[in-house]
């Protein structure tokens, strides 16, 4: 059974920077596209951003697009979502996904739709 396991969460003042990162196995990052969703209370879930598996496309969200950057590290099997400029808006708990499909696959999944992995999630609270 394939894990997905995020980290770097947490409490950030607005305007302020975040990181997540989200490990997967050497198989899992080597040959799926990966991605980030949120999901805020009381709210359908949201797509943030996604990459493919070899890191040279990428896809955003809308409001994401220009404060948030998705990237591998492949010295360290990780996917990074480096959040700067966050709003109270982005407050939300955050899923890593991997799919074997596409990173645009994974930017149309619509809201009750899965992919293969995902992760448990980790919060983000941005205060005002």
């Known amino acids: 059974q394939e894990q997905l396991v995020e980290s770097g969460g947490g409490l950030v003042q607005a305007g302020g920077s975040l990181r997540l990162s989200c490990a997967a196995s050497?198989?899992?990052?080597?040959?799926?596209?990966m991605g980030w969703f949120r999901q805020a209370p009381g709210k359908e879930r949201e797509f943030v951003a996604a990459i493919d598996w070899s890191g040279t496309s990428t896809y955003y969200g809308n409001s994401m697009e220009g404060r948030f950057t998705i990237s591998r590290d492949s010295g360290h099997g990780l996917v990074h979502l480096q959040m700067t400029s966050v709003e109270p808006e982005d407050t939300a708990v955050y899923y890593c996904a991997a799919d074997p499909t596409s990173a645009r696959a994974l930017s149309t999944l619509k809201p009750r739709q899965q992919s293969e992995y995902w992760g448990p999630g980790l919060q983000v609270t941005v205060s005002s």
């Open positions: 050497e198989r899992v990052f080597r040959h799926y596209a």
